[in-house]
């Protein structure tokens, strides 16, 4: 017995090849967020994040994550099902061109954005002519822009769910008679849960912490498009001491996020 387990414990030591790189990767991730505690103006900090300002940047940035997640929801979940489940020619050029906000500068999202909706583009020319609607510099523009650069998180989680979840359950219930749909509804959806979780936190943690599309595409103004981090990048141009205090703010926003959803991240699907 006793050897099992010295066995057991030998197996799962980690190796030094693995362990040394792995703390300088811990260091590297944490260190920064170290030296923001340790010059933090903690004396100050009082009134500097209790401002009308940062209350307002901080209410706004909330509430515009918000609203992007819910359209990724609506928007992305289907999405995924169809790159996951749909038989479509080009379905790799699709996902390629669906998860390429992944990988472009957020600055160019917002001016791919701008040619689309501002009032001499694609849409929001006629939209302007039209209805009289102007999209950029506004609320809407700060929603539309955060749902742009963080949908790709929610089809990335939720395809790779669906990808691995078997369809016994869902061909058992088409030959029982359901409708795709009712079976999407009532079978697949309930399975795919963790994904969804998964890839909705993302979305809002993206969605939160989002500057380049916004600043591009929605301007930088008091109570309309100034969120958390336009606000600290003003911040940090006349007062540092601010940009950290408001940095620390966003930070443990954050962290509270993801961490009160930490048990749904993994995405996996339960069998």
């Keep these: 017995m ?34 923001l505690l340790i010059r933090a103006p903690w004396g100050s900090m009082g009134s500097l994040v209790g401002s009308p300002e940062v209350g307002q940047a901080l209410w706004l940035s909330l509430r515009c994550a918000g609203a992007a997640t819910v359209i990724c929801l609506l928007l992305g979940i289907p999405l995924a099902w169809v790159l996951a489940r749909g ?6 050029v699709l996902r390629a061109l669906v ?10 999202g917002g001016v791919a954005l701008l040619m689309l909706l501002g009032r001499r583009g694609l849409l929001g020319a006629q939209l302007d002519a039209w209805f009289g609607v102007t999209i950029p510099f506004t609320t809407a523009a700060v929603i539309i822009a955060e749902a742009f650069v963080a949908m790709p ?27 795709r ?3 999407f509804r ?21 969605a939160l912490g989002e500057f380049g ?8 103004f008091p109570g309309t498009t100034r969120t958390m981090p336009l606000a600290i990048y003003l911040a940090m141009e006349r007062d540092p001491d601010a940009a950290v205090a408001l940095s ?21 699907v339960t069998r």
């Design 181 to 183: 749909w009712y079976t």
């Design 2 to 35: 006793t050897t099992r387990r010295q066995g057991t414990a030998r197996g799962r030591s980690v190796p030094a090849a693995l362990a040394v790189p792995a703390v300088a990767a811990i260091a590297f991730l944490l260190l920064p967020f170290l030296a």
């Design 186 to 206: 009532r079978v697949t959806l309930p399975q795919i849960l963790p994904g969804v979780t998964a890839g909705a936190v993302l979305c809002f943690a993206r």
């Design 87 to 92: 038989d479509l020619p080009g379905a790799g």
């Design 99 to 108: 998860t390429m906000p992944l990988v472009l500068p957020p600055v160019v």
């Design 248 to 268: 620390l703010v966003l930070i443990a926003v954050s962290l509270a996020v993801l961490i009160g959803l930490r048990g749904r991240w993994t995405g996996q």
């Design 153 to 179: 998180f929610l089809v990335v989680s939720v395809e790779g769910t669906l990808r691995g979840l078997p369809r016994r359950t869902e061909d058992a219930a088409a030959v029982l008679g359901a409708g």
């Design 213 to 220: 599309a916004t600043i591009t595409f929605a301007g930088n």
